[in-house]
């Protein structure tokens, strides 16, 4: 749980050193950039600016093709994310099952859109299109974890821990 | 020792699976009874889920949906002997849901601990494998050709022929790419595969390795499928260790080297030549076909790409015969479809049967019906791409052509149930938001025309005088179906014209209006 307020240092600070290996690791294999990126994020939990340079450096790029493939995926955020990443399946077998609802109900639970961030840094609310997980709707993932069957209840238990009551 | 199952498929625990297993394991520690806790995958009863097993000397006996707070009478009521109790569903393979299944791809899924290799090789694991190992290349896409097998990732194109062309083209390197990006709603057949039968899926993209001279294969994974990730990457490492993949498959001398790639959230990356683009490390943009990625595909190079489920049922055709498994189905659709039940079902999970069965009896005698015991209104089959089926065509047979001659689409296998609280003009407009969403920017009318048909869906449901939207809406389809390069933009038409033709009340609309046409 964390205290309302105050933006958590949750993701660790750039390090150009860090980014550096992360990047060689994957520069090897064939068509690296993807698994550069997502290096990158599993680390910063975001692409940070910087690294935009040292990848086109480091795989031989333009700055413009890195960034042209940032921007083109949705995981890839280039700001940093809260604490923990929500997101809700939209597709239509969650729809079937009240997914409209359930996140109608949890913006309002958390005071925010999608593509946002609650004040004390500790939610991001993602919308995400089909978890598998369509037997069981309607489902969300919170960080790499699934969820199914869900209602408001159901989130707001799950989603209390993460934010406080 | 008594062995429980308890699933890890990551359904299973998106309900509690993991929470149930570890108190079973705490429980019986504190009543002193001994048990071997095994996380199997699931066999797709997912209504039932948590489903925990119980091996008993006539069986393995499930009990479910179990939650944490059900445990004290479980125990109490001497589940581990197999007893009854109210969440007691019987012998497993009683279930009706999956004792009348015919399941050749899914034969272990559910039975068997994922990873276990030795849980695999037991249960007719690798036996496809050898017998590709004494054939000729020639002779393995001989097999898969005379089986019958149609791709599974939407397309129905026969895996046979692909190959063929594959094993023709001359290379230094060719690859085996498995289309794991798993997009469509109501579909998860790829992924259950993946997290509870993995050396499956690793086993028939090592054969096809064989048959088209590939010694390379890549795994194209949605980020979304966070445990495939973790399942995958886990048994291809024991797969190398013990000697499966890598130098010498099985000792044969020939190699096979495999990688899982993750993508990163779009749907367009599921179309092949995106897919391709994007494990080059591009933006997930189509490429325009000629060449064939079976001539020209993953770094130029020919490629044999297919979804998981097409790869997953090569070694069953290999161990059992191409006949064995071209004696399922019905007219050109041969073998057994893994479809998927979603949605607004009572019973939602995974029904393996030969083609042939009717919708109505997959959605009222496995389905049960709707989940909310509302009416069910529609089914929209084969995904965001797939048309809107009424109660009225409930009798279509599953099979590719039938589902074709009704301006519909198979595809993939999952049916998405909705009750008839659903509105269907908003299902329409979700359609043209979806092509907007996920265009990847290519064609004009895909990357512009999806923005315009969620415009004109409002002006239609707010107009007085609905003729001129709706000529509009028409014309847009059309530019949509012929103006696209690929079927997202070319096949948004097909959800939407079918929600209009079946169900024009929900536009305002009266059924004899002479501009409701089909996609
Ligand atoms: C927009 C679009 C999305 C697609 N998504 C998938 C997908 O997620 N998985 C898949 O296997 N095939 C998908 N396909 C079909 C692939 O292009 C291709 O036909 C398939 O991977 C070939 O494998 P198969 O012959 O084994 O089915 C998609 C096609 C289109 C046009
Ligand atoms: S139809 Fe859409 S997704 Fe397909 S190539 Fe054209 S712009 Fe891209
Ligand atoms: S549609 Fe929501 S999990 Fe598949």
């Known amino acids: 749980m964390s205290a309302a307020g105050a933006p958590q240092a949750s993701h660790p600070d750039w390090r150009e050193s860090v980014a550096l290996a992360l990047v060689r690791a994957s520069a090897a294999r064939p068509g690296p950039l993807l698994p550069a990126l997502h290096a990158l994020q599993g680390h910063f939990g975001y692409v940070p600016a910087q690294a935009v340079q040292l990848l086109a450096t480091e795989l031989n790029l333009s700055r413009a093709e890195v960034h042209g493939v940032i921007t083109f995926y949705d995981f890839f955020r280039t700001t940093p994310p809260g604490q923990r990443i929500v997101r809700i399946c939209q597709a239509e077998a969650c729809q079937a099952m009240g997914s409209a609802a359930l996140s109608a109900h949890a913006k309002s639970r958390l005071g925010i859109d999608f593509h946002q961030t609650t004040a004390n840094g500790a939610v991001t609310l993602e919308p995400v299109y089909c978890l598998g997980n369509c037997a069981c709707a309607p489902a969300m993932l919170i960080d790499e974890r699934l969820y199914g069957r869900l209602d408001a209840a159901r989130f707001d238990a799950l989603v209390s821990a993460e934010v406080g009551p | ?519």
């Not at chain 2, 495999?258 to 391709?276: D, H, N, P, Q």
């Not at chain 2, 498994?325 to 659709?333: H, I, N, P, Q, T």
């Open chain 2, 1 to 519: 020792m008594i062995t429980v199952y308890v699933p890890r498929d990551s359904a299973a625990r998106s309900v509690g699976a993991d929470e149930v297993a570890l108190a079973i394991t705490q429980e019986a520690a504190r009543r002193n009874l001994p048990v071997q806790l095994v996380r199997n995958g699931s066999w797709g009863l997912f209504w039932l889920e948590p489903l925990v097993e119980v091996v008993t000397p006539g069986g393995r006996r499930a009990y479910g949906p179990v939650t944490v707070a059900d445990l004290p009478s479980l125990f109490d009521g001497h589940f581990l002997q197999g007893a009854a109790h109210p969440l007691a569903q019987g012998y497993t393979q009683e279930i009706s849901y999956l004792k009348n299944q015919e399941r050749l791809t899914f034969a272990r899924v559910g039975l068997i601990d994922p990873l276990s290799l030795a849980d695999y090789r037991a249960h007719e694991g690798l036996v496809g494998l050898q017998r590709a190992l004494e054939m000729t290349p020639s002779a393995i896409v001989d097999a898969v050709t005379t089986a019958g097998l149609r791709g599974r990732g939407g397309a129905a194109f026969p895996t046979g022929i692909k190959w063929r062309t594959v094993l023709n083209t001359q290379a230094a390197q060719k690859y085996v790419v498995c289309n794991a990006d798993e997009g469509d709603s109501g579909t998860f057949s790829d992924r259950m595969l993946m997290e509870d039968d993995p050396y499956t899926l690793i086993e028939g993209m090592v054969i096809a390795g064989l048959a088209v001279g590939a010694t390379q294969g890549y795994i194209y994974l949605r980020f979304e499928y966070p445990d495939a990730w973790q399942v995958l990457n886990e048994a291809i490492s024991t797969a190398y260790a013990a000697g499966v993949l890598g130098a010498s498959v099985l000792g044969s001398g020939r190699r096979f080297d495999l990688e899982v790639r993750l993508g990163a959230g779009a749907y367009i990356c599921g179309e092949e030549t995106s897919l391709l683009e994007s494990l080059e490390g591009r933006r997930g943009q189509i490429r325009f076909k000629p060449p064939l990625p079976a001539i020209a595909g993953l770094f130029g190079q020919p490629t044999a790409i297919n979804n998981v489920i097409s790869l997953a049922t090569v070694p069953v055709i290999l161990a059992r015969g191409a006949d064995f498994y071209r004696d399922f189905g019905v007219g050109r659709s041969r073998g057994t479809l893994p479809i998927q039940l979603a949605g607004n079902v009572a019973r939602g999970g995974l029904v393996e049967k030969a083609f042939g069965l009717r919708l109505d009896e997959l959605l009222y005698e496995y389905g049960g019906g709707s989940a909310s015991g509302r009416a069910l209104r529609t089914v929209q089959a084969g995904g965001p791409l797939g048309a809107y089926l009424p109660a009225a065509q409930f009798d279509t047979v599953l099979d590719y052509e039938a589902f074709a001659a009704r301006g519909a689409m198979l595809g993939h296998g999952g049916l998405v149930a909705f009750d008839d609280t659903v509105n269907m003009a908003s299902m329409a407009r979700y359609a043209f938001e979806f092509c907007a969403l996920e265009s990847c920017g290519k064609c004009t009318p895909c990357r512009i025309g999806s923005t315009r048909g969620v415009e004109v869906i409002d002006r239609l449901l707010a107009a007085r005088h609905k003729a001129r939207e709706l000529e509009l809406l028409n014309d847009l389809c059309e530019t949509l179906q012929h103006g696209s390069l690929c079927a997202l933009g070319g096949l948004t038409p097909l959800p939407v014209q079918s929600a209009i033709a079946h169900f024009p009340e929900d536009f305002g609309l009266s059924p004899s209006d002479s501009l409701i046409r089909r996609a």
